[in-house]
């Protein structure tokens, strides 16, 4: 091990956290082996998706490990989740594309695995289109067919010391992703000698007829099109001295976004870094600008994040959603890379975030995104479950929910005043029988948001785990706040999706107690409103 760790310091941060991951799985396999067979009679004890941090509302895997979504596309009637999964075991390993499908984001139906690791190397994460002119050649029949794109990492280079152990490979479907064909031709896009080569994300560009393809490549993003899929040709690169740069980039996204009623229309590139997020670990940033097909050109240098929670990490939007519906959907890992392989789940290990429309906002002379919980979910309220809150004044912490709704699987609405009020502090708090509390606060004082997860209830298994992230926000005369409280996260929108702060929590016990709190003064909830969640399994 000691060989090992010297070895490993040599190589970059990335490729480092692969390794230590690896090692950790293969010292922790035998554990692991019975972790697996706890996990398989805990289910059975528990029932479908009922095991302790089962999120009820959330995608996750039946069994084992999942990262990154991959692959997101809409295709006659359904929408596509595939995801890194290692369907051996409950971290990661040699990768591959699992597969489930939505007919309305919120339901899912697990499918077989789509992708398997080949001579060429493990399934990294990529992309899928539908390839409605066959520019391809895949379809087969007059079919259209769906084209997947994704890294192939090839592990026998890596060990080597090989520079080119990632390269991009393609795949077809003409069966709505049923079944899978790799390319004969694969890889497609290879490595040009650079270590970090991956995760690339395909799209339709009408202006050049073309297809844009943009990948990270070691701590910035390369921009390539093709005619066919087959033969891509470099157009342009981005990132270096721009954004932030605390960790390697991946995961990146390009897309055209309109502002609501207006014609102006932006393009806004995603770029996911590891670590290096604005509270330490995994997070996504995103730059607005424009591109005319060869070149993406920044409105400003301003970084921007697109949570500012732990636990949002990888996240890319949905392709083909029909121009009559006209949103940019986004779903995330709910994870972090700094202890992701070690939370406290037994029979599987991470779940997406609740997937989310993007919107463009102009505010104050700067463009923002804003994210919220698709439309769709609020199908899931529990019309029995629903509980409005008067207006009320607080000083110090005051229950305002205790047993009404079953709080670890609710949508939590509150609208604060802050215009005339002189308080320094103000938040919520959950909370159980053993005291444990998770707790969202936000100090006028600092103009910050902060998530406080210290005492939350499990948290030995990382050092990372417990702690406090902040976010700066600076809001109007109100404040008003949506939590989607699952099993085993909380994902707070700000303001109509303004802040997002996403975080995962290991209770020991439910929460079952709702405060607000005020420091500094008085506050005023002007009104709240609380519906308990249908939860979404058989
Ligand atoms: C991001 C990532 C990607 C890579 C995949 C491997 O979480 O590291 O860059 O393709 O995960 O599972």
Redo the contacts with the bound molecule.
Sequence with gaps: MGIFLIFIAGINK?LR??LLILAFSMLTSSCSNKDNKKSASEAIKSGYYQEQYRPQFHFSPEAHWM??PNGLVYFEGEYHLFY?YYPDSTV?GP?HWGHAVSKDLIHWEHLPVALYPDSLG?I???SAVVDATNTSGFGSDGKTPMVAIF?Y?NPDLEKKGSKVFQNQGIAFSNDKGRTWTKYSGNPVLKNPGIR?F??PKMFWYSKTKKWELIM?VNDRVHIYSSPDMKEWTLESEFGMGIGAHGG?W??PDLFPLKIAGSDITKWIMLV?I?PGGPNSG?ATQYFIGDFDGNKFVPDDTDVRWLDWGRDN??GVTWSNIPEADGRRIFIG?MSD?KYATVVPTTAWRSASTIPRELSLIHENGHYALASNHVREFEDLWKASDTVNIKPVSFTGEKEISSGLIPLMQSQLIFDFKLSDIRVDTLGIILENNLKERFIIGYSSIKKQFYTDRRASGSSGFSNEFAGISIAPYVPGKNLKLNLLVDASSVELFVDDGRLVMTNLVFPTEKFTRLNIFSKGGTGLLNKAEFHGIERIWP
Excluded: I, K, P
């Design positions: 990335s956290l692969l990262n990154d890194q990661w990768m493990y990294f994460s990529g890294t990492h970090d991956r995760d990270a390697v991946e995961c996911s590891n995994s990490y990888a890992w890379w």
